[in-house]
């Protein structure tokens, strides 16, 4: 059982370019969310989803696009780097609401 | 203004001895609270969680107490061993959100020393 799994770990990029953050869960959980974690900070939300076919904003989505076209996968787009998303961004899910969160390790990304 | 927040950035305890780590929170419609502990190039990992209906929840020797009147909870770590050494977030859930992600805490470090 893999559980959420994130691709790549770590990847610079300079400013202006554009990558896809990957993550997948082989769980069959409904609830996937989108956190970046800057550092001696918490995690803050960037963009979640309910199910298939279904993505809201989080706190911080300016500079993301998501989609969900299917239950396992919720990639995280980022169109036009800048150095203020050099962060640390962690994708997570959950069976129901009161299911806790389970995290994927994580993709370190520096742009530069 | 930070609605979860964990004011000791970090902690420094012997093997053996009770570790406590503190939460303070601002909102009052926050109805769930966990814990996760996250070790270096890791995932936060969930640790223990806590009902706004209970004041108490134990997991082996891990405890969570909460005081809704003061809007503050800890988390006990008793006997602490050099295993439990992480970044300890504290964190909580809005009621009626279907959706909503979980509000964090800065997180606490951990340091259980031999």
């Known amino acids: 059982n893999a559980g959420v799994t994130q691709t790549p770990k770590f990847r610079i990029l300079k400013i202006g370019q554009s990558m896809t953050l990957q993550c997948a869960q082989d769980?069959?959980?409904?609830?996937m969310y989108w956190y970046r974690q800057d550092p001696g900070m918490g995690l803050k939300l960037i963009y979640y989803s309910v199910g298939a076919g279904i993505t809201d904003k989080g706190e911080v989505p300016n500079g993301y696009n998501v989609s969900r076209s299917t239950t396992e996968d919720f990639p995280l787009r980022l169109e036009l780097a800048a150095p203020s998303q050099t962060s640390v961004y962690f994708c997570?899910?959950?069976?129901?609401?009161?299911?806790?969160?389970?995290f994927g390790d994580g993709t370190r990304l520096s742009i530069l | 203004d930070q609605q979860v927040k964990q004011n000791s950035p970090s902690l420094s305890v012997q093997e053996g001895r009770i570790s406590i780590l503190n939460c303070d929170y601002t909102n009052s419609m926050f109805d769930y609270f966990l814990w996760y502990k996250k070790y270096p190039a890791e995932g936060p990992t969930f640790l223990i969680s806590i009902s706004s209906i209970k004041d108490k929840n134990e997991d082996g020797r891990f405890t969570v107490f909460l005081n809704k009147s003061a809007k503050h909870l800890s988390l006990h770590i008793v006997p602490s061993q050099p295993g439990d050494s992480a970044v300890y977030f504290c964190?909580?859930?809005?009621?009626?959100?279907?959706?909503?992600?979980?509000?964090f805490g800065k997180g606490t470090t951990l340091s259980v020393s031999s």
């Open positions: 769980m069959n959980h409904n609830y």
């Open positions: 997570a899910s959950r069976f129901d609401r009161d299911q806790p969160q389970h």
């Open positions: 964190a909580a859930r809005l009621r009626g959100q279907a959706g909503t992600a979980l509000i």
